[in-house]
């Protein structure tokens, strides 16, 4: 079983930063193009962040675009989102996703969380004012 498993979510206050990770286990995440979602109480799961196969193509959501970074190391087996200048409205579980892009080029970013097929369990970010 594919497994994907993120970790680096706590508390923070509003200003702060918080790096979240994304491993998998029993894959090579080098062949995922991958992705970072959220879901705040009451709200619909959004997208966050997403970075190809190879890195070189991201794609960020209005709200977070110069405050959120996401990059991945190979040598890891490691996607990370590096989260600066938190919000209260950042508050939420997030999500790595995976997709395999099987038929897709390396610098291929999916455009929706429908072609994603391995999810993480989440983690929580809660940012304070």
């Not at 029993?26 to 959004?46: L, S």
């Not at 193509?57 to 600066?84: C, P, W």
């Not at 790595?96 to 970010?125: K, L």
Request: one cysteine or more; aromatic letters at 10%; proline letters at 4%.
């Amino acid at each position: 079983q594919v497994q994907w498993v993120e970790s680096g979510g706590g508390s923070v206050q509003a200003g702060g930063s918080l790096r979240l990770s994304c491993a998998t286990v029993g894959r090579t995440v080098a062949r995922y193009a991958t992705g970072w979602f959220r879901q705040a109480p009451g709200k619909e799961r959004e997208p966050v962040a997403a970075i190809s196969r190879n890195g070189l193509r991201t794609q960020y959501a209005e709200s977070v675009k110069g405050r959120f970074t996401i990059s991945r190391d190979h040598a890891k087996n490691t996607v990370y989102l590096q989260m600066d200048t938190l919000k209260p409205e950042d508050t939420a579980v997030y999500y790595c996703a995976a997709d395999p892009a099987s038929h897709q080029s390396n610098d291929y970013v999916p455009s929706s969380s429908d072609e994603y097929d391995y999810w993480g369990q989440g983690t929580q970010v809660t940012v304070s004012s």
